[in-house]
């Protein structure tokens, strides 16, 4: 039986509708800033074969492509009426969970003894126990180290909350009542659904409710065929690098292969360098996972927003990964800063999109969402307090015709800012600035988004900074078609004083009291030769403070004085170069620190490394990549070295040659 188009367009919005509700209340009942202001959670609703058919539009992370059905059958046993499954364990829940702090519910809806469908959620709790404060930090080099590890088992068992369980769960984190209040929250929102549910059902039929399901998923796919269609059939190569593995400067290389049939896409990541020893690994398990296809989602929304939001629209994508790669780690390696990587990732693939449609796609945003964490101890109980002050994004990609967005980037993630009064008021800080950080977009005929400026002072002694996720420091989110590419990520303590310091890639960092903390975003790449942008976009830039005199002048050939554009200098300017109006092929500018790099690591140079590597045991696979980028680059570990120029390029070549023949 397949439901009629006009009663399967009112049962797709019902439920997303009761999607919407689900969210609504679990934003609504949380504790912890980083889920009821930052709403880093998600909800759905799931088929009896493990698929998202209804999902919110507006609220939470849009990660779709998840299956269910795995962690499921880790359970051991069916879930039951009142049943209510509780994990956090990214191996055992087949990725369905990436990293330790993202606490997962799961309950079955019956009617009448059938089961109809399931609920979903899942928050980012404030802290799971584990080495650090919030758990995450980029030197883990096992999942241990990450928290507690809950297995799939029953939170809930007829009704009945398994106190047993939570007793273990309160003992293992810092913040025992605060995520305890979160977790009641999830259990609200899934109670939610279940009203919703049941009203369906009665309004609609147990076998119609079953049956839309399966047409919205199949909906769904062709809608999103129909757009994918739109690619030009052709294979696709993109790959983009992370500033460095998390324990060495060496970079890490997300490699992507995009095939384009007939409006299906084949996503071959092969090429993507091993897993690391330390916390940037992404559990895909080998599955076609929600972090590896979440640009094909925005790709497919944007040219169709009447598609359902549902996992029926990546039906037409496949995926193959490599065991024993970032993308794909064996168990036990840690991946609690897996979104960092998620980052490059789909930086790689919209990199292929842009070689297949360049007109079609943004730039890359500025390539990092960091969730800014305090540790302190509270002054009246002596507890520590842990809490995410705010979640500090960057500036988002310009795209042929207009400029990216200003502090706002929801390339990956949908996570919102905190305001100041909240963080001041749950936390010993004083939020001196928020705002747009000026020169930090990439100069283009369409200009990238800027990124954010956030500083705070630290008003207790004893406590200590953390932030995940910070990359960009060194290879910069690239333009296209002649446009520039975005300012670099900085962290600087004291900024402004005699006491100011550049932190880098911070991990956990000591604060005095009165110590300041100042964390500059990076802005998207920008489009287009800047020497095209018109001369009174440039002065508007510069009159809001996005755009200095200095950049205006050197990036845009606009020649400012006295609030004005000099004319006659600004035409002298730009007659110094030739402008490329539109070039033939699409173009990428990468950076001199990228460009040198490429120069050295090739793209069939780092293939066969990593074949090599690949062929050895996981146990050396790690130390022998290390000692290899020692010898040929020993440069690259002198902090006070110019990466910008490498060494003798011919030399190096031959010396990574002769070490990847010595693998082999």
């Known amino acids: 039986m397949k439901i009629d188009p006009v009663s399967l367009e009112i049962l797709n919005t019902k439920v997303a509708a009761a999607a919407e509700e689900m969210a609504l209340t679990l934003k609504r009942t949380a504790r912890s800033l980083y889920v009821k202001e930052a709403v880093d959670f998600a909800v759905g609703l799931v088929t009896r074969s493990g698929r998202f058919f209804g999902?919110?539009?507006?609220?939470?992370?849009?990660?779709?492509?998840?299956?269910?059905k795995p962690t499921l059958d880790a359970l051991g046993e069916p879930l039951g009426e009142g049943d209510v499954l509780l994990t956090n364990h990214p191996y055992m829940s087949a990725g369905l969970v990436s990293h330790t702090p993202d606490l997962t519910l799961i309950r079955p809806y019956f009617h009448g003894g059938e089961l109809v469908c399931y609920g979903y959620n899942f928050i980012h709790s404030t802290d799971i126990g584990g080495k650090v404060p919030s758990s995450i930090s980029p030197s883990n080099s096992e999942i241990?180290?990450?928290?507690?590890?809950?297995?799939?088992?029953?939170?809930?068992?007829?009704?009945?909350?398994?106190?047993?369980?939570?007793a273990i769960y309160r003992a293992n984190v810092r913040t025992p009542d605060l995520n305890v209040q979160d977790l009641t929250a999830m259990l609200a929102a899934l109670e939610t659904g279940a009203r919703r549910i049941a009203e369906m059902v009665a309004g609609h039929g147990f076998e119609t409710m079953i049956q839309a399901q399966d047409d919205l998923l199949e909906y769904a796919a062709l809608k999103a065929r129909e757009v994918l269609r739109r690619i030009p059939d052709g294979t696709y190569d993109f790959w983009d690098y992370m500033d460095d593995d998390g324990v060495t400067p060496v970079?890490?290389?997300?490699?992507?292969?995009?095939?384009?049939?007939?409006?299906?896409?084949?996503?071959?990541?092969d090429g993507t360098d091993p897993q690391v020893a330390s916390a940037y690994n992404v559990p895909t398990l080998g599955t076609r996972h929600a972090w590896l296809t979440v640009r094909v989602l925005h790709f497919v929304t944007t040219h169709d927003p009447t598609v359902p939001f549902n996992g029926g629209l990546f039906e037409p994508i496949t995926v193959s990964t490599r065991k024993g790669s970032i993308l794909d780690p064996e168990f036990p390696a840690a991946t609690g800063v897996r979104a960092a990587s998620a980052y490059r990732l789909n930086d790689a693939v919209t990199g292929a999109f842009a070689r297949a449609v360049p007109k079609d796609v943004p730039t890359?945003?500025?390539?990092?969402?960091?969730?800014?964490?305090?540790?302190?101890?509270?002054?009246?109980?002596?507890?520590?307090?842990?809490?995410?002050?705010?979640?500090?994004?960057?500036?988002?990609?310009?795209?042929?015709?207009?400029?990216?967005?200003?502090?706002?980037?929801?390339?990956?993630?949908?996570?919102?800012?905190?305001?100041?009064?909240?963080?001041?008021?749950?936390?010993?800080?004083?939020?001196?600035?928020?705002?747009?950080?000026?020169?930090?977009?990439?100069?283009?005929?369409?200009?990238?988004?800027?990124?954010?400026?956030?500083?705070?002072?630290?008003?207790?002694?004893?406590?200590?900074?953390?932030?995940?996720?910070?990359?960009?420091?060194?290879f910069r989110p690239w333009g296209m078609a002649g446009g520039k590419p975005g300012a670099n990520m900085r962290v600087v303590r004291n900024i402004g004083t005699?006491?100011?310091?550049?932190?880098?890639?911070?991990?956990?960092?000591?604060?005095?009291?009165?110590?300041?903390?100042?964390?500059?975003?990076?802005?998207?790449?920008?489009?287009?030769?800047?020497?095209?942008?018109?001369?009174?976009?440039?002065?508007?830039?510069?009159?809001?403070?996005?755009?200095?005199?200095?950049?205006?002048?050197?990036?845009?050939?606009?020649?400012?004085?006295?609030?004005?554009?000099?004319?006659?200098?600004?035409?002298?300017?730009?007659?110094?170069?030739?402008?490329?109006?539109?070039?033939?092929?699409?173009?990428?500018?990468?950076?001199?620190?990228?460009?040198?790099?490429?120069?050295?690591?090739?793209?069939?140079?780092?293939?066969?490394?990593?074949?090599a590597l690949m062929r050895l045991p996981l146990a050396v696979r790690q130390e022998k990549r290390q000692a290899l980028f020692r010898h040929v680059v020993p440069t690259l570990f002198d902090p006070a070295a110019n990466r910008r120029s490498l060494g003798n390029e011919d030399e190096l070549q031959r010396k990574l040659a002769q070490e990847i023949a010595g693998i082999g």
Not at 147 to 158: D, E, M, S, T
Not at 251 to 264: K, L, Y
């Open 251 to 269: 970079p890490v290389r997300f490699r992507v292969a995009m095939t384009v049939t007939d409006g299906r896409i084949h996503l071959d990541f």
């Open 498 to 611: 005699e006491a100011e310091e550049d932190l880098g890639k911070i991990d956990m960092v000591a604060m005095e009291e009165g110590d300041t903390i100042t964390f500059l975003t990076p802005g998207g790449g920008g489009y287009g030769d800047p020497f095209l942008r018109p001369p009174e976009a440039v002065l508007e830039d510069v009159r809001y403070g996005f755009v200095s005199v200095e950049a205006a002048e050197r990036d845009y050939g606009v020649a400012i004085a006295d609030g004005a554009v000099d004319k006659d200098r600004t035409e002298w300017l730009r007659a110094q170069r030739p402008v490329i109006e539109q070039p033939n092929e699409i173009t990428f500018d990468f950076g001199p620190e990228r460009d040198a790099w490429d120069r050295v690591f090739t793209d069939d140079a780092v293939s066969r490394l990593n074949d």
């Open 364 to 474: 890359p945003s500025g390539g990092a969402m960091v969730p800014v964490v305090l540790a302190e101890y509270d002054k009246r109980s002596g507890a520590r307090n842990v809490l995410v002050v705010n979640s500090i994004i960057v500036g988002s990609g310009a795209r042929y015709g207009s400029d990216g967005y200003d502090g706002v980037d929801g390339s990956l993630s949908t996570i919102r800012n905190t305001p100041a009064e909240k963080s001041e008021l749950e936390a010993g800080i004083d939020v001196l600035h928020y705002g747009l950080n000026r020169d930090s977009a990439g100069a283009g005929r369409w200009r990238g988004g800027l990124g954010l400026a956030f500083t705070f002072r630290v008003t207790q002694g004893g406590s200590a900074v953390l932030g995940r996720g910070l990359e960009r420091f060194y």
């Open 55 to 68: 999902n919110p539009r507006d609220f939470g992370s849009a990660l779709l492509d998840y299956d269910i």
């Open 144 to 166: 241990f180290q990450e928290g507690l590890l809950i297995p799939p088992l029953k939170l809930v068992r007829g009704g009945e909350m398994n106190r047993d369980v939570l």
